[in-house]
């Protein structure tokens, strides 16, 4: 089983670790969603920072996709190169980068597109006025729950403060409900939904200023709800690829995983029952996940009916160094994994492992059809 | 304090996530460790990984550094096309990467160079003997107790059976005693390396060729032991920057950290003691440390005499963003630090931080003289 995945990457032309994308079950995550939201009448923008690839970004174009979400003012920079023409800047203005902004918007804005940013607060919004970046789509970050960024959606008055403070027109309220990656199934997902849904309409209407869109966005309520009704627009992006916290998180089976990550077999340790690969920290990232006997950082997958292999997980990350414990008695037998071999690992965070081996002088990707 | 290193940082030009180097303090520590290399005859090669940087290289050539040691065949294909010619890629050998191993030998010796190997395994001596890789330099990676790769240094038959394989004369036994980031402080650090020396002459003896150099190298032991005799060769990477974990471990003090990533700060959140930058996962890395009360992912340096701000921890990275939490009464009062303002950040592992804003096809870094 070893030997027939490493030698469909082998005739991939692989030999270093590579971000390996299983194209049919990309493009099947894609229109599942793209589907689903136009069904409902809502807007599909994924965001990109998943993948951050023209290939993949193609499918969702095939997939009728043309407004997409990104997390930084580069990414915006490379896919409008690309042709995109309506992005959304998913992460606050840094007012460090207003002269950057302001050139992308004008660009976008000249061709007939428009470019989104947002904030969520007064010093961000006069960033914005004194710049005089027109044309921009100003949204307001809410918080629901999660924590991070944002107005907390029950805050009338600061939500009230920042809207009218002079960054033009609100087009919209935008939230992220990262919550959702601490709760487990599909019941509690829902809930995260609902209650996001329910508490940016409750922002809106306090609001009370005409035509205001709603954002939500995170692959795992957008994976499990089926009726998207209520708000205007859905943002997931780690949906095109998932991953093993997806899998825990069951917003996801194991034969919608779409990225893995290749790495060659260095050494062979019987005696410990483990493997040594080259596919470490600057491949896989350090996320981890708990398990009941120590943290894991990825899992082996295998080409066919059974993706994930039982008995060996990815114990230990290096800067290049990977370590795969194998269960008792589920070492390879001799001739069944060689030194010079692929193996195939399922990353616990597709999106930084994607970041990892696409982002880079010299991009590490392949994809099987 | 925050608007003095901001201003500072302000002033090289920053906007976005940038890794910040301090000439002088990472001078100072290339020179102390190749001072003290020198005076005991030992050679200090050292591991280029860490911050893969030809201005940081330059700092090694100035102090008197010609031989490197790097992580892959890649960075050893970077950093001999700038000019280095005796270069180690302590790696185990990965069969697939032959011809360009093949092609780099033939490079570098044919300067007058030599290129180094690592194997721990017949299969591998096997790949380097049917490749034809001559006039590469052979060395047995030996496992002296850290356990990730190496063939035991007491396993005498396996010693002798991988140098008997037929990639050609061994020049050496190396290892790296990763096991020295698990211990804390002088007295165990020291213990380990000389467990580690003596291991390794042990292996020597067993083998008992002619002429076999011993290589050891990990920055805890190398920066804590003051007499390196007894090896012929030192590896060390991360003493040129240090950071967090090795600050933990006891190998160095505040005043060695030259690495930090400089983050604009985009969201203030004083109700909950939090401020928010641009500095995520794709930055930082997710590397960890536990402390009391949970983990952290950075700690916020100060340009000046208190380098770390005691009282401010990054708490938490998603992939773009960081979550800065201020000790209860520690929030910046208002005016002292602004959206728009950059943090300084200590990563905990410097070597992941490095890779993630260098060897990006936008390299984000600045350096302080």
Known sequence: MFKRTSGILKDLGITRPTLVILEVRARANIR??????????????????????????????????????????????????AGWMDITIAFLVNPLEMPRIK???????????????????????????????????????????????????????????????????????LTHSGHSYHVLGRPALREIWDRTAARMRAARDALALDGLLLSVGDTPTCSVVDDYSGVDEIRPGNFVFYDLMQLRIGSCGANDLAAAVACPV????????????????????????REDDGLIFGRIGLLGPEPILEGARVTSLSQEHGIVTFAD???????????????????????????LLVNRPDPSVAVIR
Not at 269 to 287: D, F
């Open 266 to 289: 260095v050494g062979l340790y019987p005696r410990r029952n483990q493997a040594v690969i080259h596919g470490g920290a600057v491949h896989l990232s350090r996320e981890s996940l």
């Open 32 to 81: 599942r969603l793209a589907h689903r939201a136009a069904a409902c009448g809502v807007t599909l923008r994924p965001h990109f920072k998943t993948h951050q690839s023209e290939v993949v970004a193609g499918w969702f174009a095939d997939a009728g996709i043309d407004r997409i979400t990104v997390s930084s003012v580069g990414m915006a920079d490379r896919f409008a190169a």
């Open 329 to 355: 008695g589920r070492f390879p037998a001799p001739g069944e994994l060689g030194i010079g071999d692929l193996l195939l690992v399922w990353p616990v965070h597709s999106c930084l492992a994607a970041d």
């Open 103 to 173: 050139a992308l918007a004008a660009g976008l804005t000249a061709g007939g597109g428009r470019l989104g940013v947002t904030i969520d607060s007064v010093a961000a919004a006069a960033a914005l006025a004194s710049a005089g970046a027109g044309g921009v789509d100003v949204w307001l970050k809410i918080d629901t729950g999660y924590g991070r960024t944002g107005i907390a959606w029950d805050d009338q008055a600061l939500l009230r403060e920042v809207a009218a403070a002079g960054a033009g027109p609100v087009r919209g309220l």
